[in-house]
């Protein structure tokens, strides 16, 4: 019973959302149903929030109660949570500071808190970028240097220095790497992905439509 | 319990008196509802015709599925090429137990909506009956709740199936951040104190591939990727041991299960693959002599 | 042991410090190269700059604060265009956090210098869960997944919103995002509605979807902070994109040198192993 109700609601509702795109929605029972399943999703998506909450400040609360190594990380996630969700929660007309709106404590804490840790973590790509470059691109067979070589030129042609020099060579020379690198070699093998990977996500979706796929609700 | 595939399979095997019941279901969706249409519809066009291409698309790819699913359960021998990555996943697992570390799997940054998420999901449950066997520890970091809760539920099964339940514990699976680099910097942090030998990224993942692919790497992790989105796929080959390219993550279940109803799946959808190598074949040489307009148009979708 | 084999394991310490300086320095010592524009650029400007006035295009900030540097040069150039074309503005996200109040922010900070009004000139729908559901129901009904704006106002309220119900009530969607949800708009919306989509995407992601744009089914591309600053280019309002681009040529050249030097590193460890052979 505990994978069966599952697998036929799994049936059921990819089978009314599948047909849905053949039918016009005004006109059809089956055209109404499909945003009503969609909203209903929605609403899920918001409750399962709290089970969230629950995991973090679980896991947190026993770590830190423990003792465990770097317990103090725990704590300021702990902290952190609570400190940037209360306030948000109450009521802006208790005061100005609630709420989510300028001026709020979850507002300045997003503002002058979140935004620039968020954007430090994403510059650090950069580091990590120059790092991995360097480590992967080495000429060890024909393969590697075709890459090597590709990845260069366009690395070059990517920024106003890189194709300035690139024009110096042969004012065609841009043109050359947009037309048959990007629009070339590399459309190619990203739409052979794209497809091969569409196919894959289409099985994939009728396995578990189907109920030949169960894994994902933990049965084998 | 059996599956609706083998139910319909058997039920047109056998000609039993399933067949009414499968296809009333069948026909209740696919009738009534258009049927439904207001009497002063003159058009009678409920149906959207312009969509008939994508229809007979979809009823093909569906057929070669279940088709290939039943050859596979008749045991006919089937196929599948070996693919390194998924194969790696049993060795890391080995050398995280050798080491006595834990094993981080991270099922990607996507909502459960996500099909990638799902294959992700799909592949802990296999990972999780290993890391149970052996009693590695595993580390699952999530980051939306609707995952934690699948991601949960697929571990339990694979510690109970293997009567492993003193060994689990519901924060193997543990909801880390809502947003994207406070996961990424969670993760990091994990891997820099816990040190995984072994790191499994499976799913769909962004600009936090590379930040978690190469903090691994400075951990000395052998890691093991897998993704739909091309985009990534350069980062995880860059950083990591082995790499599963698009069409593999959702093959790395099926392929992990051995199980021949998977499998036939599977080589559904390689035929269907060379239809299409056909089908751009054909229009590529219509196009370039210039009579290909009529057949353009035959995959348009209005 | 000569300095050259030294080049094929440099400590990743001395890298990132590298980067650092290859970032700063440019903004105290600023070189001007010329921007050149791709077609991908080019193709968006004009299908935008084509738009009758007072046409509705609904605009995404479907990115995350973390990738403003190389997002919100897009959206703000784009705002500028639109509004100086006099065209209407519906502005949404996908992203929960922070996505709200970037677009609140900058449309009303653009919005204030062109005089637009809001509620009439642009709206900002503002944040709804379960970004397939939403896109698909949008095609639909606006008020149905957006009963109110960002702000809590009813969507009736809104004069802009009397006549922009659907998908059908737009003329373009202009998609500036840094995640995944660009293959929805694509392959939902765009696929679906048959609404034109033109998108700003980051660089890392920009090309997957050359594919997109060479099959028409995007209208149009800008590729990053460099995409930004062509656009920039295009509508003659040099921005930050514009002003970033000194520094990314220069971590772009140290990327290149650093590839060299752990290659020419490589080949003098492989042919002194060779000798010791």
Known sequence: MRTTIPVIIAFLSGLVLAVSIFFRPEETVIGRIEPELLVWVTIIGGFTLFLGAVSITRVNYNAVRRLKKGWVYNLLTLVSVFVMALPSLLPASWSPLFGDAEGSIYDWLFQRLDKPMMATMFGMLAFYIASAAYRAFRARSAEATILLLTATVVMLWRVPMGEALLRSINPDFPDWINTYVMNGVNMAVQRGIIIGAALGAASMSLRIILGIERTYMGKQ | MMNLAESLSIALKKKSKKIPVLINVLLFFLLSFPGSVTADDTTGSAFRYERLNALVIVVVFSAAVLLYTRWARQGRPLFVRKIPGIDAVEEAVGRATEMGKAVLFIPGLQELDDIETIAAISILGRVARITAQYETPLLVPVRYPLVLAAGQEVVEQAYNELGKQDAYNKDIVRYVAGEQMAFTSAVNGLMMRERPAANIFMGAFFAESLLLAETGNAAGAIQIAGTARPEQLPFFIAACDYTLMGEELYAASSYLSKEPLMLGGLKGQDFIKIIIVLLILVGVILVSLDIGDWYYKLFEMA | ?277
Not at chain 3, 205 to 228: E, H, R
């Open chain 3, 1 to 277: 042991m000569s300095i050259w084999s030294k080049f094929e394991a440099i400590d990743r310490r001395w890298i990132y410090l590298l980067v650092a300086l290859s970032v700063i320095i440019p903004f105290i010592l600023p070189v001007k190269f010329p921007v050149y524009i791709t077609p991908e650029s080019q193709q968006l400007f004009e299908a935008v700059d084509s738009l009758p006035e007072n046409s509705v295009v609904l605009l995404t900030f479907d990115y995350y604060p973390s990738t403003i540097a190389e997002t919100e040069p897009m959206s703000r150039i784009a705002l500028h265009h639109l509004f100086r074309k006099n065209i209407r503005v519906v502005t949404m996200t996908t992203v929960p956090l922070g996505g709200p109040s970037m677009a609140e922010q900058v449309t009303r900070e653009l919005a204030a210098q062109y005089g637009k009004v809001y509620g009439v000139d642009y709206v900002n729908l503002g944040y709804k869960a379960n970004y397939v559901a939403v896109l698909k129901g949008l095609g639909s009904s606006i008020e149905a997944i957006y009963p109110t704006d960002n702000t809590g106002t009813p969507l009736r309220k809104l004069p802009l919103m009397d006549n922009v119900k659907n998908y059908d009530d737009m003329a373009f969607i202009y998609v500036v995002s840094d995640n995944g949800i660009v293959d929805y708009w694509i392959s939902i919306v765009n696929a679906l509605y048959g609404i034109p989509v033109g998108c700003g995407v980051t660089a890392v992601m920009a090309p997957k979807f050359y594919a997109f744009v060479s099959a028409g089914q995007m209208t149009g591309l800008l590729g990053g902070m460099k995409g930004a600053a062509e656009y920039e280019k295009l509508l003659g309002r040099p921005a930050r994109a514009t002003s970033g681009m000194d520094a990314q040529s220069l971590l772009h050249l140290l990327i290149i040198a650093l590839v060299i030097a752990g290659n020419v590193g490589y080949f003098v460890n492989l042919h002194q192993k060779g000798k010791n052979v």
